[in-house]
């Protein structure tokens, strides 16, 4: 059971968007902005996609974007290309110094 | 380039104890606070430890209190993990990870990971 809930998978096809959701609590997702996103290819190392919530590291698309409401944060991906099938986890700092993650969603672009 | 590479991992028996390093380059380790994380085989990711660039903070998940160690030397840019008393559900591959500007853990850079199979 991981700490914070994504949908297991999400599917798309090219040119639309979609729209990931991570649901926290008030410790973690919803009482801070510190909420990052990780695309995970099979075998490979996470990547950061978005950081503090909606904030795109240097060399990440512009079609990757990140909000927050309440406890629950989402990441949304315009323009859906057959290269962004991966499987993404969000996470989260938590108060007690710690950090959590979701249990990964599976984006199939179909 | 920023560069963590891991290495250690291997077959373990329950029960046993592993030491895990990453070699860190490409940037200046001594400023930088570093985690390490696991990914079960088919499961999602779990935050294992954390540690300030001065060792002035360290954290760890409730899974492993007590039974692991995190450590560095900023000298050799080097982090650390010794595992003792491993279960079968430490298997998996172990991740260490920079801490990025912003701070409270997130990170920006991974490693490519160490599989550690605890198993008999």
């Known amino acids: 059971q991981s700490a914070l809930t994504q949908p297991a998978s999400v599917s798309g096809s090219p040119g639309q968007s979609i729209t990931i959701s991570c649901t926290g609590t008030?410790?973690?997702?919803?009482?801070?902005?510190?909420v990052s996103w990780y695309r995970q290819d099979p075998g490979k190392a996470p990547k950061l996609m978005i950081f503090d919530v909606s904030n795109r590291p240097s060399g990440v698309s512009d079609r990757f974007s990140g909000s927050k409401s309440g406890n629950t944060a989402s990441l949304t991906i315009s323009g859906l290309q057959a290269e962004d099938e991966a499987d993404y986890y969000c996470s989260s700092y938590r108060s007690g110094s710690t950090w959590v993650f979701g249990g990964g969603t599976k984006l199939t672009v179909v | 380039e920023v560069q963590l590479v891991e290495s250690g991992g291997g077959l373990v028996q329950p029960g046993g104890s592993l030491r895990l390093s990453c070699a860190a380059s490409g940037f200046t380790f001594s400023t930088s606070n570093m985690n390490w994380v696991r990914q079960a085989p088919g499961q999602g990711l779990e935050w294992v430890s954390y540690?300030?660039?001065?060792?002035?903070?360290?954290y760890y998940a409730d899974s492993v209190k007590g039974r692991f160690t995190i450590s560095r030397d900023n000298a050799k840019n080097s982090l650390y993990l010794q595992m003792n008393s491993l279960r079968a559900e430490d298997t998996a591959v172990y991740y260490c990870?920079?801490?990025?500007?912003?701070?409270?853990?997130?990170?920006?850079?991974w490693g490519q990971g160490t599989l550690v199979t605890v198993s008999s």
């Open positions: 990870a920079r801490e990025g500007l912003s701070g409270h853990f997130g990170a920006d850079y």
């Open positions: 008030s410790s973690d997702v919803g009482g801070y902005k510190y």
């Open positions: 540690m300030t660039s001065t060792n002035s903070k360290i």
